[in-house]
């Protein structure tokens, strides 16, 4: 995890297959994440036109379980990883220390990211 300051403003998404689709298709603001069966992938980007990597942080835990950058993955790549980090298959990997950063439920969040 690069960005220990920043502050994320978390979706909850349905689907391996509707995340896949956001992770690939679209360019997120550096303050967006997403919270899928337990898991976050967390906005670690440089910068919002910058490659889009994600901390993937199991949530119960706070145990970064890896970084992925979904810009440079397929769809069905994209897929398969998500499908195996919500099988548990990286639960057992390498612990990161839970980053510093902050999760936002504020609906009417903005950032410098989002102005």
């Not at 910068?47 to 993937?56: I, K, M, N, P």
């Not at 998500?82 to 902050?102: L, Q, S």
Request: net charge negative; glycine share 6%; aromatic share 12%.
């Amino acid at each position: 995890m690069l960005h220990t300051k920043r502050i994320w403003t978390i979706g909850n998404e349905q689907s391996e297959e509707e995340l896949a689709v956001k992770l690939v298709d679209h360019t997120w603001c550096t303050c967006n994440g997403f919270r899928l069966k337990g898991y976050l992938f967390l906005n670690d980007t440089t910068c919002s036109d910058g490659a889009q990597e994600y901390a993937v942080i199991k949530e119960s835990t706070g145990a970064q379980m890896e970084s992925i950058t979904f810009s440079w993955c397929s769809y069905y790549r994209a897929l398969q990883l998500i499908c195996e980090i919500v099988a548990g298959r990286y639960d057992d990997a390498r612990y990161w220390k839970m980053p510093h950063g902050r999760i936002d439920t504020n609906p009417n969040h903005c950032c410098t990211a989002c102005a």
